[in-house]
């Protein structure tokens, strides 16, 4: 059933994304009065079309589902038919240099438009998710050397406010992308308004596409360990625990939250440990055997524990969605280009580049964590796929742009020689990106 969601997750993420993005060339090409032969959804052998509009453009799905096109009049097609007559001004190569430069770049800027009305609508609906409280870390991580600890509530990083993790996220992975300090601001219980520095040096041999700030120690904070439903016929049951006791210390060591309980609990699979509760106002102790689980190695105890981070839901007004939208839009693009450039360059590894099969897996994954999720996976898909089509390799929208900003230097076409030699190198470029791509995917998987 997974599999099947999966699949349908997949194509129904990327499916309008690719017709949206096609339909931003075909849109602007009619505009500019080139004469469209065919819309396809799809690559490959044609398996379904019917002919509509003044010009009997063609409609079509093809036979791969990854991909499509808008077949334009071009006399440079050797498979175009000869010109009818009153053709020639419908034909792509007579436009204006400018108006081809128009009609190329329509497509990404379709994906980016795409994703702004996304954002847009999820930022005036208001997305709930885990605020910027952090939990407990340990003293040897890069977090508690820069002064951060358990509880504290990050409000602001280099002078930006965030009030959900996701924001955070984002300011701590652009600021460990340029390899600058990060800039804290926390809001701590005991002291108020507290300014921290997370050295850059915090991020040295971490991998971007990783979860940095759970590598240098900050977490989402995690509710007390009160347990909840004891389960009949459990090591909980057996030793005498209760829903609502508030577990306080395993071993004499301190539990500060349902993860920890949880990670010490694993770990004391087929032996006794005395676990401190506090019960009615008064502190226990209760010698527990968890039992160990033959299959995961992991001791358990069979009780509910609570886990739910604190959640923030945060609702903006249309005006000021469509501005956070712009900006999220724009940041999330210029991000993926470094990320592309830090790639190039060896800073970021190879491993990074995903495939389908990895596009597929979060597809699914996002469309099990409900419509919003998936709503923000679809948008981040939409700009990804804006950027990957405007770098400038030949056969993509990029490397058309590149030839027609040289036109437009030059004064003159690039020569066809060129061109030719170029569309190859760009096609073969292609497929090692590709299979890259799926390398990758297929040792994720494994």
């Not at 002291?191 to 050295?199: A, F």
């Not at 039992?291 to 001791?299: A, I, K």
């Not at 066809?416 to 292609?430: H, K, T």
Request: glycine share 10%; charged share 20%; net charge neutral.
């Amino acid at each position: 059933m997974n599999f099947i969601q999966t699949v349908l997750a997949f194509l129904l993420a990327l499916g309008p994304l690719i017709i949206f993005h096609e339909l931003g060339h075909y849109a602007v090409a009619r505009l500019c009065g080139v004469k469209v032969l065919r819309f396809s959804v799809g690559m490959g052998k044609v398996v379904w079309s019917r002919r509509f509009g003044k010009d009997q453009t063609e409609w079509a799905v093809s036979i791969l589902p990854l991909g499509g096109y808008v077949k334009m009049l071009d006399s440079r097609d050797p498979d175009a038919p000869p010109l009818a007559p009153g053709d020639e001004q419908h034909e792509f190569t007579r436009k204006s240099v400018w108006r081809r430069i128009a009609i190329v770049a329509a497509g990404p800027i379709a994906n980016f438009i795409l994703a702004i009305v996304v954002f847009a609508g999820l930022f005036m609906y208001g997305i709930a998710e885990p605020s910027t409280r952090i939990r407990f870390m340990p003293e040897t991580t890069p977090a508690w050397q820069a002064g951060l600890r358990g509880g504290d509530q990050i409000v602001a990083v280099n002078g930006e406010q965030v009030g959900a993790w996701s924001e955070l996220n984002w300011e701590v992975i652009s600021s460990a992308l340029d390899k600058r300090d990060v800039q804290l601001q926390v809001e701590r219980e005991s002291q108020g308004r507290v300014d921290l520095v997370l050295p850059a040096a915090s991020f040295e041999g971490l991998d971007a596409d990783a979860d940095l700030l759970g590598a240098i120690g900050i977490g989402v904070a995690r509710p007390a360990p009160v347990l909840g439903k004891i389960i009949p016929g459990g090591a909980a049951e057996r030793a005498g625990l209760e829903s609502g006791d508030l577990v306080t210390a395993i071993d004499g060591k301190p539990v500060p939250d349902g993860i920890a309980f949880i990670e010490a609990l694993r770990k004391a699979g087929g032996r006794t440990v005395q676990v401190a509760v506090t019960r009615d106002g008064s502190v226990i102790t209760i010698p527990v055997a968890p039992e160990l689980d033959p299959e995961t190695g992991y001791g358990r105890i069979k009780a509910e524990v609570a886990l739910a981070p604190e959640m923030v839901r945060v609702a903006s007004s249309p005006l000021e969605a469509v501005g956070k939208a712009v900006r999220k839009t724009w940041e999330t693009s210029a991000l993926t280009v470094k990320m592309i450039g830090k790639m190039i360059t060896g800073e970021v590894s190879l491993k990074n580049v995903t495939g389908p099969i990895t596009i597929a897996d979060y597809a699914g994954q996002t469309a099990r964590m409900g419509v919003v999720t998936f709503l923000i996976f679809i948008a981040s898909i939409s700009i990804s796929l804006g950027v990957m089509n405007l770098l400038p390799i030949p056969v993509l929208d990029g490397g058309l742009l590149l030839y027609y900003s040289l036109e437009v230097l030059t004064g003159r076409p690039l020569p066809e020689r060129i061109a030719e030699f170029a569309q190859r190198a760009g096609v073969a470029m292609l497929v090692m990106l590709m299979a890259l791509a799926v390398f990758n995917d297929v040792a994720r998987l494994l």
